[in-house]
């Protein structure tokens, strides 16, 4: 992390919780990495873990089997993982589908899912993007029809599905009335049911820990309970409610990671020699660092800007836009640069900067393309 800053929202107990979290990556992710990426998912037993340290729902009620914290313990989570780098444990997405279930959830969504979430013991999918639809969330195809006897059969295809082949249940966007935001509803289906199948984990340009893959839903009978909150036709507002956070997550995560490439950078200049001297006595390697300091700095100080509007409620979705935006942009540049130092070791995927590199790419494609983003900051203006 940057020397002599400290994020105003930071006090001593959320620094002894950020030593856990740290310590948790640093002795299970980090030694874990490189298999991972070779088998193409995080070992179960890591959810586990995480979920006897409070680490998936720390900001939930302790009767939902969460943590009982506040949402700066989520954002110490959020910073200090993002900070390790690893992209294939998904807990994020479990966060925010915990969150769905306890904003909107009925009293019995809630008891049945949320317990099991937190500990750990279930691992759960948000299945959105489909090959014909993806930040254009109205223009979903997936249907859930329902039939006389309340139940509901969903149809349809869905891509790109993180902890697609490790989770338990998925919440579906699917299309339960008319056409438009009115006819979206947020579907709970549990991956053992008849009519839902998992297609390939797919293969990809960096994050190759994580199980992005394909799901079917063929004749997919779920109870009418499955609904999300009981109510047909608020799965687009409910989305809405809920995607800002997701957009902040991506945020807080890309300047804790610009961070790390700082520190990891400055280590190897300092220890690499060309021309019989280290590489930071070029003054080259002294500004562009210089420069990649600044700017991870200045990123710094826009995430503690979005993590200090999230704790007192008024993060808005401008904001995390812009967040989402700007610094998943900034990290690409930093990352870009500071693999440069490494020459050909930079390039070689059992060094972290080159899988910072390769796995920096999607952040400005996946949580709503940054294209989307600068669009709804252009609408606040």
């Known amino acids: 992390?940057?020397?002599?800053?400290?994020?105003?929202?930071?006090?001593?107990?959320?620094?002894?919780?950020?030593?856990?979290?740290?310590?948790?990556?640093?002795?299970?992710?980090?030694?874990?990495?490189?298999?991972?990426?070779?088998?193409?998912?995080?070992?179960?037993?890591?959810?586990?873990k995480a979920g006897d340290l409070g680490l998936i729902l720390p900001d939930l009620p302790e009767q939902y089997g969460g943590a009982g914290g506040t949402v700066a313990h989520a954002a110490v989570v959020i910073r200090e993982l993002g900070y390790v780098g690893n992209t294939g444990f998904g807990y994020g997405i479990n966060y925010l589908v915990g969150h769905y279930l306890n904003n909107y959830g009925t009293p019995a969504q809630k008891q049945?899912?949320?317990?099991?979430?937190?500990?750990?013991?279930i691992i759960t999918s948000v299945a959105m993007t489909e090959p014909g639809a993806g930040s254009d969330l109205q223009g979903v195809r997936?249907?859930?029809?329902?039939?006389?006897?309340?139940?509901?059969?969903?149809?349809?295809?869905?891509?790109?599905?993180?902890?697609?082949?490790?989770?338990?249940?998925?919440?579906?966007?699917?299309?339960?009335?008319?056409?438009?935001?009115?006819?979206?509803?947020?579907?709970?289906?549990?991956?053992?049911?008849?009519?839902?199948?998992?297609?390939?984990?797919?293969?990809?340009?960096?994050q190759d820990s994580a199980d992005t893959s394909e799901m079917f839903f063929d004749d997919c009978v779920v109870d009418a309970d499955a609904v999300l909150g009981g109510v047909p036709g608020q799965g687009f507002y409910q989305l809405m409610g809920q995607l800002p956070y997701e957009r902040a997550m991506i945020a807080v995560?890309?300047?804790?990671?610009?961070?790390?490439?700082?520190?990891?950078?400055?280590?190897?200049?300092k220890e690499r020699r060309a021309f019989g001297q280290a590489l930071l006595d070029f003054q080259n390697t002294r500004f562009v660092l210089?420069?990649?300091?600044?700017?991870?700095?200045?990123?710094?100080?826009?995430?503690?800007?979005?993590?200090?509007?999230?704790?007192?409620?008024?993060?808005?979705?401008a904001m995390a836009s812009m967040g989402k935006f700007w610094l998943t942009e900034r990290q690409g540049e930093v990352i870009d640069k500071c693999v440069q130092f490494f020459g050909g070791?930079?390039?070689?995927l059992e060094y972290p900067i080159a899988r910072m590199y390769a796995d920096a790419r999607v952040q400005r494609i996946y949580g709503g393309a940054n294209e989307i983003q600068r669009e709804l900051v252009a609408r606040s203006l």
């Open 112 to 121: 049945r899912w949320l317990p099991g979430m937190a500990s750990g013991e």
């Open 290 to 317: 210089a420069d990649v300091k600044a700017t991870v700095t200045a990123s710094r100080a826009f995430a503690d800007v979005i993590i200090d509007r999230w704790i007192d409620g008024t993060l808005d979705s």
């Open 142 to 206: 997936t249907s859930a029809r329902q039939r006389a006897d309340g139940k509901y059969v969903i149809n349809g295809a869905k891509t790109f599905i993180t902890n697609g082949q490790m989770s338990d249940m998925v919440v579906v966007v699917a299309r339960t009335g008319e056409a438009g935001a009115k006819g979206i509803s947020l579907m709970i289906v549990e991956t053992g049911n008849p009519g839902f199948r998992r297609g390939k984990c797919l293969d990809k340009v960096g």
């Open 345 to 348: 070791f930079g390039y070689m």
């Open 1 to 48: 992390m940057l020397e002599n800053y400290r994020s105003p929202w930071m006090t001593e107990d959320l620094e002894a919780f950020a030593d856990s979290v740290r310590r948790f990556g640093r002795e299970v992710l980090e030694p874990n990495e490189l298999k991972w990426r070779q088998q193409h998912y995080v070992d179960r037993d890591v959810w586990i």
């Open 253 to 269: 995560g890309a300047a804790a990671q610009m961070e790390r490439a700082l520190a990891l950078t400055a280590d190897y200049v």
